[in-house]
């Protein structure tokens, strides 16, 4: 139960943080499902973009406005980004992508100017470990799968772009180093590591106290 406390008291924090008027981007998770309503309670007017369908459809039953993030006339930046994470690190570098909607998420992360992550206290960690969630390319998959190596593949719907979501599992000490791998392995459409130059802030919740960490990068 704690732990689900911590995390809608981050996600509430944060929606604090939405001004009136914002264009601002909406992460996927049972993180993101505690800031939805509490966005909501605010009233504020906001143009917002969804990183799932999941949460696309749950704004839009609390009557926040979702528009598209899709082609060449979508909105193209963002004023705040909302998200909840798999691990931080105190280096800022998060693995993201338990729900699969890392592409996505990275996506509106890197349109954003202010990326803000909400997580659980047991989501801070000192270094990352695998698994790193992947999404990768069905055209091609088993050289791929055998350019990756240690990979496994999940057992879920795909992407909303079609792309197969999977884990890689091998060990790693450096994140930039796996992320440089990881982005220039062809196959790999993206993975869920995410560079401390994309986050902004992070907010914790430890019980009930919630403070916003400084990370060493
Ligand atoms: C989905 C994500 C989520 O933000 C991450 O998995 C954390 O989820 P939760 O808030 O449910 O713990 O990256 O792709």
Redesign the pocket.
Known sequence: MTVERE?QLAAEAAAQLVEDGMLVGL???????YLLPALAARGLSLRCVA??PATERAARELGIKVESFRGPGSVSRLDITI????QVARSGWLV???????TR?KAIAAATDRFVV???SN?LVETLTPPV?LELLKFGLAATLQRLDTVMLRDVSPSPEGGVIADFTGPFEDPEVLAARLSSTVGVVEH?LFAPDLVSDVVVARGEEVERIALTA
């Open positions: 995390k992460g996927t998770g049972s993180t993101v499902a990183s799932s998200d909840g994470a798999d993201k992508g338990g729900g699969g909607a890392h998420e909400i997580v659980s989501k969630p869920g």
